[in-house]
């Protein structure tokens, strides 16, 4: 079936990274006829695109992976707590082939259209290289990090020498051995290159806008009495990666942060110092991310950590942030980032003294001079959220385009499906995204599975959310992304990053537990106004 020219299936999946294929693990196993999509030629979304030196998952390994299968869990053994992207893609490879998943996958193939039909209550897909499909059910599992951005700089594409995009990084491993090379960007991507080619590189420039608060991530290789440990733990950590607010196995502190002694508090930060990647979030004092007191008493801390690690002050000061405090944008770990400026070979542009005023065919010039470069590595971001769905040329019901209808920013039920858009899904798309990435996709998954059952057992063909609880949902989570959310609106979860688009928060504040209780409410009420029928609006 992969390379067949057309297809008429039950369900299309657009998308072969971690949501993806679970998705379509979840149709098969349900009997129905089924195919994705993949514009890349393998599986495994943001751990096939982001290839660049020094990208691993800031999820521990274990919380990331897969737990429909005991059998996978036990079998696949993670070899650090958080593993590097080529790990990560041999795993996404060997789950669809444990499960026979790959001839059901057409690599090469991008959705140029997806046309709802109402007469026949399916989707009309067609491709780049001429393929056509129906689907009665179309998953967009497109990811919410995968359109690539540059910015529009002058001369972009002048330059000469050798120029990558953290987010589109060739499979040929790049050569930085005794290079001049420019990172632009300290976002996660810009600060887990950085260290990484710092010590192979002949010079290292950072070009630096605004410096994020990067924290250690703490990695280290899983000892074989933690392998044994995580074997015999399938059942427990499932549970509470499970039943997480935010997918993790990092346990929620109940501390306020002023509850303590200054003693005390110096030491209890010393102690979540030390946790892994999200822990710095999860486990700090509760109040850590919402009280801006409580946010600048652990803000101050990470700045003082950031000046020892850097020897020459004034670098040091350029790098602590003094627009956002600590999770007013999404914090990246990192491993030796802020070490890495006391390397000899390594410099730090600050563009807000010095902004770019043009890239040429050697190199890149700010306002105080030309520097010249082999290689310009662009880690500018992503078109969050939206980017790959606003792309997908879909058009619902009445000839309605997706880009018309979230012009103004995305309008959605539960972050998995829209009105106008019958029998049409987006597991891990806008106001979903709470936390742990592959554990609030699954729950979405498990939904979309559960209403395409319920549907098919009662005989209905199309499904489309009511628009008043697409509405409840969607102004839920506006207003929850000032009263509930950490992130400014300077951080890219509002698509500020992207020149023109509009501001609208992406993310999910909710949390996942009112995500899973917003499910329980439509499947309770065996999806009441889920199946309007012919005459519904
Ligand atoms: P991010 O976090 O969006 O970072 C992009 C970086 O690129 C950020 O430092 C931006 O600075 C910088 N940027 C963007 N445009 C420019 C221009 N014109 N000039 C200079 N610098 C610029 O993307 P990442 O790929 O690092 O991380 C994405 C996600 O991947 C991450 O959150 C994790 O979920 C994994 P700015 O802050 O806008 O001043």
């Not at 987010?167 to 090379?181: C, I, Q």
């Amino acid at each position: 079936m992969g390379q067949d020219q057309t297809a008429d299936v039950d369900i299309l999946i657009v998308g072969a990274g971690v949501t993806g294929i679970y998705q379509l693990y979840r149709a098969r196993e349900a009997g129905y006829s089924a195919q994705m999509v993949e514009q890349g030629t393998g599986v495994g979304g943001t751990w096939y695109w982001n290839r660049y030196p020094g990208a691993r998952y800031d999820s521990e390994s274990y919380t990331y992976g897969y737990f429909f299968s005991e059998e996978l869990f036990r079998e696949w053994e993670w070899t650090e707590h958080f593993a590097g992207q080529a790990e990560n893609e041999r795993y996404f490879n060997y789950v669809v082939d444990k499960f026979d998943l790959r001839r059901l996958i057409r690599f090469n193939t991008k959705v140029t259209a997806a046309v709802w039909d109402e007469a026949s209550a399916t989707w009309l897909v067609e491709a780049n290289d001429g393929y056509r499909a129906r689907a009665r059910y179309l998953v967009a599992a497109t990811g919410v990090l995968s359109v690539p951005f540059y910015p529009a700089v002058p001369g972009r594409e002048d330059f000469q020498g050798e120029a990558y995009h953290t987010g589109l990084w060739p499979k040929t491993p790049v050569d930085f051995a005794g290079k001049r090379v420019a990172v632009i960007g300290t976002g996660s991507s810009g600060v887990q290159v950085v260290p990484v080619i710092a010590p192979e590189v002949a010079e290292l420039t950072v070009y630096q806008r605004t410096p994020n608060w990067a924290t250690p991530l703490n990695n280290r290789p899983i000892t074989p009495d933690e392998q044994a440990e995580l074997k015999a733990s399938f059942a427990s950590i499932k549970e509470t990666v499970g039943k997480s607010p935010s997918g993790f196995l990092h346990v929620h502190s109940d501390k306020s942060t002023f509850d303590d002694s200054p003693e005390d508090r110096l030491a209890f930060y010393e102690r979540v110092w030390t946790l892994g990647g999200f822990g710095k979030i999860i486990s700090n004092y509760r109040d850590m991310t919402l009280n801006p007191a409580a946010n600048a008493e652990w803000s101050r801390f990470v700045a003082d950590k950031i000046r020892s690690a850097v020897h020459d002050p004034a670098t040091a000061e350029k790098l602590i942030p003094t627009d956002h405090g600590y999770a007013g944008k999404r914090p990246p770990y990192v491993t030796d980032y802020y070490e890495a400026f006391n390397r000899p070979n390594v410099k730090l542009v600050d563009l807000t003294q010095t902004p770019i005023t043009t890239v040429t065919e050697t190199g890149i010039e700010t306002a105080d001079g030309l520097r010249e470069f082999d290689i310009i590595v662009w880690a500018t971001g992503f078109d969050f959220g939206t980017g790959a769905l606003n792309r997908l040329g879909a058009v619902g019901r009445d000839g309605l385009t997706l880009k018309e209808y979230w012009a103004d920013g995305p309008l959605t039920y539960l972050g998995l499906m829209c009105h106008h858009f019958p029998n049409f899904f987006f597991p891990g798309g806008p106001h979903g995204a709470a936390g742990n990435n592959p554990r609030y996709s699954g729950d979405q998954s498990d939904f979309i599975a559960g209403i395409i059952d319920y549907a098919r057992d009662h005989g209905q063909t199309a499904i489309e959310v009511p628009k008043a609880l697409e509405n409840e949902w969607t102004d839920m989570v506006n207003e929850a992304a000032y009263t509930m959310s950490p992130f400014k609106e300077l951080s890219y979860f509002f698509g500020t990053n992207i020149p023109g688009k509009a501001k609208a928060f992406l993310l999910n504040s909710l949390g996942r537990p009112k995500l899973l209780q917003m499910m329980e409410t439509a499947i309770k009420s065996d999806y009441d106004g889920f199946f309007p029928g012919p005459e519904g609006e």
